[in-house]
């Protein structure tokens, strides 16, 4: 079992580029989820999957789109990016629901 | 947003030492769960508290579930150079899908 996988691991883009970060999880999981980590603070959630077929916003959701590609596939889009975007961005799956959360190992981006 | 309030934000161990942790709210929560983040990686659940008193214990670790619902405290007993990292709890409230997560404590071993 990979668990939750994420590519690419490192991106850079200029303002105004576009681009999609993918995760997939291995573990049959009906739930995902999708975070952005900045220095010295905890994670912010940006978009959910309560379950295939449904998408909801997070607490910061400005500037990001989501799609559930199917039950193991969950991707996070930046339309146009922007130096705010700059972060680390985890995804995350669990069986149902915000409870025993697993993480992937993340997207490091830099918007220059 | 809402945040947990974590604490310390970060604290100097010796090998061997125990530690404690914890995070309160001014709000009632259901589930407790603490997690455990190496530089460069994905956290990794450590441990899962779902009923008020509860006390769950995962190796050196233990966690305490607030019998107010308010708090969660997390002891790393003799504690060991790959105790270092930042540790994370995150709590989840009946009205709220999404867990809240504290900013986290930082963990460094003292030369």
């Known amino acids: 079992n990979a668990g939750v996988t994420q590519t690419p691991k490192f991106q850079v883009l200029k303002t105004g580029q576009s681009m999609t970060l993918q995760c997939a999880q291995d573990m049959n999981h009906n739930s995902m989820y999708w975070y952005r980590q900045d220095p010295g603070m905890g994670l912010r959630l940006i978009y959910y999957?309560?379950?295939?077929?449904?998408?909801d916003k997070g607490e910061v959701p400005n500037g990001y789109n989501v799609s559930r590609l199917n039950k193991r596939e969950f991707s996070l889009r930046l339309e146009s990016a922007a130096p705010s975007q700059t972060s680390v961005y985890f995804c995350?799956?669990?069986?149902?629901?915000?409870?025993?959360?697993?993480f992937g190992p993340g997207t490091r981006l830099t918007v220059t | 947003g809402q945040q947990l309030n974590q604490s310390p934000q970060s604290m100097f161990i010796q090998e061997g030492e125990d530690v404690s942790m914890n995070c309160t709210s001014s709000s009632i929560f259901n589930t407790w769960l603490w997690y455990k983040q190496d530089p460069g990686e994905g956290p990794v659940l450590l441990i899962a508290l779902y009923k008020a008193g509860e006390l769950t214990s995962n190796g050196r670790l233990t966690a305490q579930f607030g019998i107010t619902r308010k708090d969660s405290f997390l002891n790393i007993s003799a504690s060991i150079p790959s105790d270092v990292g930042i540790y994370f709890c995150?709590?989840?409230?009946?009205?709220?899908?999404?867990?809240?997560w504290g900013a986290g404590t930082k963990l460094i071993i003292k030369p």
């Open positions: 995150a709590g989840q409230q009946a009205s709220n899908y999404q867990l809240i």
């Open positions: 995350a799956s669990s069986v149902q629901g915000p409870y025993e959360q697993y």
């Open positions: 999957s309560a379950s295939e077929g449904t998408t």
